[in-house]
């Protein structure tokens, strides 16, 4: 670690010990949509170009503006239903990534959100989509993958749609922000 490094993570810690919010927050999605990538890239700005699969669940933890968090990074795969629903009901918020480069995908995408916000009709938790990949060309944009996941189905709940690349960062500093704003 870089002394520039130790005196950012001092910073991050003195803000969060005298001005610190918290928050936990669910990152639910289909295989290979971008979770663990969007992690690297969120806490330590670089990313690996194939991140390994997510296998079962993963709590990390991040201490960034002032905010001291945890992420649960849940595996996309089918079988990891009840740890999505757990993870989802001990959050503070949630994040859901839809592959922007795989149109294919949205359809798994969609019955998973469906799944989930479904089974916790009672649980308000403000929601991210993320629509990762958007480096790629011929990638799909935030309005259509919203119409795809029929977003406006939800009523009443704070839905927020975003276009990122965890390889070139690009609107990280609006997910920075979204996540400020919903931290307590």
């Not at 990152?27 to 890239?41: D, H, Q, V």
Request: charge should be positive; glycine fraction near 6%.
């Amino acid at each position: 670690m870089s002394i520039a490094d130790c005196i950012v993570q001092t910073k991050n810690c003195l803000v969060y010990y005298f001005f610190g919010k918290k928050i936990k927050i669910c990152l639910c999605g289909p295989s290979r949509s971008g979770k663990t990538s969007f992690y690297k890239a969120f806490t330590d700005r670089k990313v690996l170009k194939k991140e390994p699969a997510t296998i079962g669940s993963r709590m990390l933890h991040f201490t960034k503006n002032g905010i001291r968090g945890t992420f649960f990074d849940i595996g996309g795969a089918a079988e990891y239903s009840n740890l999505r629903d757990f993870s989802y009901r001990n959050s503070n918020a949630l994040i859901f990534f839809v592959d922007s480069s795989n149109p294919q995908s949205f359809v798994d995408a969609k019955s998973m959100l469906q799944g989930l916000l479904n089974k916790n009709k009672r649980k308000k938790l403000p929601i991210l989509i993320l629509c990762t990949h958007n480096d790629i060309d011929g990638f799909t944009s935030c309005q259509d993958i919203a119409l795809q996941l029929s977003l406006d189905s939800f009523l009443g709940k704070d839905i927020s749609c975003y276009s990122i690349s965890s390889l070139t960062l690009s609107n990280f500093a609006a997910v920075e922000e979204w996540i400020v704003r919903h931290a307590k």
